[in-house]
Each structure stands twice: as structure tokens, then as C-alpha cells.
């Protein structure tokens, strides 16, 4: 059984940080690449960053770049999203999920987590 399982959310002030954990079975993980998509109350869900599974490069959303880092550990089977200067807007579910195509789209991703909420107070 496929299984994504994101961990470490929370609620955190303004400018600290989190570190979001997930955690893949049931799939060959080096085969898919990882990303990490969020999506805010009434809103769309939006691509926050991915990772190849290939060579360790990343993609970050422009609203996030310079404050969260994606990194991988292909022997755990686990990826992480650091989140620094964490601002109110990035409050949302954040999920993870793993794909065959380096992409900030959603449709390009198979397996999915459940998701992890993270509120941001001003």
C-alpha cells in the first residue's frame, strides 16, 4: 500500500520555523521525485517546492524562495521542508506528494499525503 505521511506542523508566530517531515512506503522512492504543495482555506492548492529523486535539484515557488529548503534521505525513504521566516500567508494545509515529473503542478504528482497543518500568527 502507497502511504505518504506528513509530520511537523503546527503553529508557530511570525518570522520562527518549522520543519515538515514525510514519509514514503510502498513505492520505489527513488524512482519518484518529492514535492510539497499547500493549500490555504478557500484557496487553490499551490506547488511550494520539489525535489528530483535524479540528482537532489529543487524547484521553489517564488513566495518561498530564500526561506524554505527541500532536502531528501533516499536511505529513510523520508523528505523534509525547512521553513524559515515563516509569514501568516504561509498558513495552509501542506501536503506531500511524489511524481515522475520535476513540476510545481499538482497534476503531475500520483501519490499523495494527507496533509499537515501549519498556522503562521502575526
Known amino acids: 500500500e502507497v502511504q505518504l505521511v506528513e509530520s511537523g506542523g503546527g503553529l508557530v508566530q511570525a518570522g520562527g520555523s518549522l520543519r515538515l517531515s514525510c514519509a514514503a512506503s510502498?513505492?520505489?522512492?527513488?524512482?519518484?521525485?518529492i514535492g510539497w504543495f499547500r493549500q490555504a482555506q478557500g484557496k487553490e492548492r499551490e506547488g511550494v517546492s520539489c525535489?528530483?529523486?535524479?540528482?537532489?535539484?529543487?524547484l521553489y515557488a517564488d513566495s518561498v524562495k530564500g526561506r524554505f529548503t527541500i532536502y531528501g534521505d533516499n536511505i529513510k525513504n523520508m523528505a523534509y521542508l525547512q521553513m524559515n521566516s515563516l509569514k501568516p500567508e504561509d498558513t495552509a494545509v501542506y501536503y506531500c506528494?511524489?511524481?515522475?515529473?520535476?513540476?510545481?503542478?499538482?497534476?503531475?504528482?500520483?501519490?499523495w499525503g494527507q496533509g499537515t497543518q501549519v498556522t503562521v500568527s502575526s
Open positions: 506528494a511524489a511524481g515522475r515529473i520535476l513540476r510545481l503542478l499538482a497534476y503531475d504528482y500520483d501519490y
Open positions: 510502498g513505492f520505489t522512492f527513488d524512482d519518484y521525485h
Open positions: 525535489i528530483s529523486s535524479i540528482d537532489g535539484s529543487a
